[in-house]
């Protein structure tokens, strides 16, 4: 029935994957203004442009239920573009210099007692990106003085060693000792429960 775009997150470039995709040219770059026009009576409801968007801005309605519920959700949503830009949880950094390897864990663990937290992943699921928790908030909440690394996970062994039952998991040591981990996705909405179980780390 009619293609929604979320704008607040969308990059708005003529480049977008949705269009590239739609076989019927829901999607026209209009060169005057800079943005992205769509014919919504030319949709069929495919659902090809939504699962290409590598932001998840785009949306299929396919009843006017639908579309009242996704502009609900489009108009309350408090995101902008900025908050691609952030480092989250389980996402791949913006910045790849954070990425270390699995062997730096055992050699942080011996240089000194401050917190370390460590981060597996091994992809950049969208859901991360825009929708767990920003690292920074996990490293303040844990201790001002706490160490990070990002660690892409590229074989099992780690994943042994410490046991991870899924990813992205997060790692926590402190006096060189594991004092928890988190196995799994977080996202924003369960903030609190993050911090409470960091909370029980500290001790």
């Known amino acids: 029935m009619a ?57 299929v309605a396919k009843t006017d239920e639908e579309y009242q519920k996704i502009q609900k959700e489009i108009d309350d949503d408090p995101r902008s573009i900025n908050d691609l830009l952030v480092d989250r949880y389980g996402g791949m ?38 929708k767990s928790i920003p690292m920074k908030k996990i ?24 046991d991870i039952k899924e990813l992205p998991s997060l790692l926590f040591f402190k006096d060189g000792v594991l004092k928890g981990k988190i196995d799994g996705y977080i996202d924003e909405d369960n903030e609190q429960e993050l911090m409470n179980k960091i909370e029980e780390f500290k001790k």
């Open 93 to 130: 950094p913006i910045d790849e210099a954070m990425i270390g390897k699995a062997e730096e864990i055992d050699v942080k663990l011996l240089e000194g007692t401050r917190p370390f937290i460590v981060e597996l992943f091994n992809d950049d699921s969208i859901m991360c990106l825009l």
């Open 3 to 59: 293609v929604l775009v979320n704008f607040k997150i969308c990059d708005n470039d003529k480049a977008c994957s949705g269009m590239a995709v739609c076989p019927n040219g829901v999607f026209e770059w209009d060169e005057t203004n800079k943005t992205l026009l769509i014919h919504n009576e030319k949709c069929v409801s495919c659902g090809l442009c939504e699962k290409a968007c590598m932001v998840n801005a785009i949306k």
């Open 139 to 162: 490293a303040d909440a844990f201790d001002e003085n706490t160490r990070y690394r990002k660690i892409e996970v590229t074989s099992d062994d780690v994943l042994k060693k410490y």
